[in-house]
């Protein structure tokens, strides 16, 4: 139960990008496309689960023990650089075209802080593996969904008129503060400890 | 100690993390072998996983033309891949017509090769060579462009069409690239090579071209392009800016030569800005005084006290010199703004035919 509700808060209530604001520069540049914006929000879950599946034992088995702690930063980034690096050869091996569609943002998954910020909640909040590793799936998802919410509003966007100064990341950012305002409705339904 | 420590911790995850990677590299960029299959077994290559079609067809001596070195922005290396090209990429989607994207034709510079794959090249490509050339003569023309001549050593000879051009293969700290050039020469001359090269601030091609010297050595191939003069009876107009001149030279010295003179009214418009960049104005004027369809019309945009010519640019001024009655080619080699004018003045006042208007657009 109590998993299930890390899982529901962590999609809606305590969505990562739209409730932390974390992650937005792919959710800005990536959300011109639906298709992109899935390829992306299916990468940034994958290297979130499996980074947050690899930080959580070299904190809990190999920093605190030693009394390390202060080097989650340094342990969590070259984790993430790596998975990154190893997920980039997969998919230009098995999905050529996703891998051209990305480009320059596949790489820089790395420097996304919605996945550093994922682990580091993970620790701060003292979660166990498995629930470590929920609140990062749920994270993803969650990231995923704005993603994809931000890009299909962004489609229909051709058919509106925008003011020239506003075309472009302008009227996507204030779409994404609306849509953060609506994701705050749901702050009543969970709460994440 | 706690400085040990976490020095060792780091170590220790650094060192799996590198050792993973190195398993993905091997097991996920790392291919066989695979067979490249050209025109339904007229060749058969055998080239390693992972390479580009356009690396794969240039390792095996196949040369299809490629402007900007594998880029993927000049959009010449299209190949018809019959199978195993996989899906079609977004840098390719913007190159190729919905025609070509139903047809099956590629970007080979785009497409990697992961597993067999047959593809289809016309014959004129496959008759394309790589030829190793020495440098003999060196001429600085205007103080931008060096016209450089070269002796072919290896093939002896090129057979090429007036107009056509070459790459050239440049050296650079990782490896070569391709830059074309169009041939300055005659077509009767095919054991030597003209080209005039502008020397562009920073350009890779161009700094190494005006390095060489006589006696270096040189590697190109070619020659591609189709750039040539039409088989028709009709005027031949030729406007040319800077550089453009090159493939002009080319062409009007193989029109006019000593085995072979047209009878087709030839008009050259030779745009240049200053007195220096007015090159091969002499060779020209010798030449109109010798045949009498032949006109040379040297324009200046920044002309001096004593330039007696024609001012302004080169499309300013052909509406004064051509009549509208002759049905007309045109041949069109300089900078975009001054082809696309010329393309506009020539469909809308002269109603030359859009398939009539020919152009050499890497300037």
Redesign the interface.
């Known amino acids: 139960m109590k998993l299930l509700s890390i899982l529901i808060a962590a999609i809606f209530a305590h969505n990562i990008a739209l409730r932390y604001f974390l992650g937005w520069c792919p959710l800005v540049s990536q959300s011109k496309k639906l298709s992109s914006a899935w390829g992306m929000g299916v990468a940034v879950t994958l290297v979130m689960t499996v980074t947050s599946v690899l930080n959580w034992p070299i904190y809990h088995y190999l920093l605190v023990p030693f009394g390390l702690e202060y080097l989650q930063y340094i342990a969590f980034i070259i984790v993430i650089a790596s998975s990154v690096q190893v997920l980039e050869m997969a998919i230009e091996r098995f999905f050529p075209s996703l891998y051209t569609t990305m480009g320059v943002f596949l790489p820089l998954i790395t420097v996304n802080c919605a996945i550093l910020g994922v682990s580091l909640f993970m620790i701060l909040r003292d979660y166990t593996f498995l629930t470590g590793l929920v609140y990062a799936l749920g994270s993803g998802i969650g990231w995923t969904v704005a993603i994809i919410s931000l890009a299909s509003i962004r489609e229909k966007l051709r058919f509106a008129k925008v003011p020239k100064p506003l075309q472009g990341p302008g009227i996507t950012m204030l779409i994404a503060g609306i849509m953060a305002f609506a994701f705050l409705g749901f702050s009543g339904m969970v709460g994440i400890e | 100690m ?1 400085l040990l ?2 020095i060792i ?2 170590d ?3 060192g799996v ?2 050792v ?2 190195v398993l ?2 091997r097991t ?2 790392q291919y066989d072998d695979v067979t490249l299959d050209v025109n339904d077994g007229e060749e058969e290559f055998t080239v390693e996983g992972g390479s580009t079609l356009l690396e794969g067809l240039i390792e095996n001596e196949v040369y299809i033309p490629s402007a900007c070195g594998g880029q993927g922005s000049c959009g010449y290396c299209t190949v018809n891949v019959k199978e195993g090209g ?6 390719e989607e913007p190159m190729l017509s919905r025609e070509q994207l139903m047809e099956g034709t590629r970007l080979a510079c ?1 497409v ?1 090769v ?1 597993n067999d794959i047959e593809v289809e090249i016309e014959d004129k490509y496959l008759r394309i060579q790589k030829y190793r050339a020495e440098v003999i003569k060196t001429v600085d023309v205007t103080p931008s462009i060096v016209e450089i001549t070269f002796d072919l050593k290896e093939p002896e000879t090129i057979d090429f069409k007036a107009g056509q051009y070459v790459q050239m293969q440049v050296p650079t700290d990782s490896g070569t690239i391709d830059r074309a050039y169009s041939i300055a020469s005659e077509e009767s001359m095919t054991d030597k090579l003209t080209l005039n090269v502008q020397l562009v601030e920073g350009g890779v091609g161009s700094t190494y071209i005006h390095s060489l010297e006589v006696g270096d050595e040189v590697e190109f191939t070619g020659p591609y392009g189709d750039f040539v003069i039409q088989d028709s009876d009709k005027d031949i107009i030729g406007l040319a800016a800077g550089v453009g001149l090159a493939p002009f030279r080319s062409i009007v010295f193989s029109l006019f030569s000593e085995e072979y003179t047209t009878d087709r009214e030839v008009w050259l418009f030779f745009g240049a800005r200053y007195k220096d960049d007015m090159y091969y104005k002499e060779k020209f004027e010798r030449l109109e005084e010798e045949h009498d369809n032949f006109h040379y019309v040297p324009v200046r945009s920044v002309p001096d006290p004593d330039w007696e010519g024609e001012v302004g640019h080169n499309t300013d001024i052909v509406g004064d010199y051509l009549g509208e009655e002759s049905e007309k080619e045109v041949y069109l080699c300089g900078p975009p703004p001054m082809m696309q004018q010329a393309i506009d003045i020539f469909t809308e006042e002269f109603d030359v035919l859009e398939e009539d208007i020919l152009f050499d657009d890497f300037y």
Request: proline share 8%; hydrophobic share 55%; glycine share 4%.
């Open positions: 706690s420590n976490s911790v780091l220790i995850i650094a993390l590198a993973v990677l993905a590299n996920l960029v996989g899906p079609v990429l977004p840098t785009q990697k992961r």
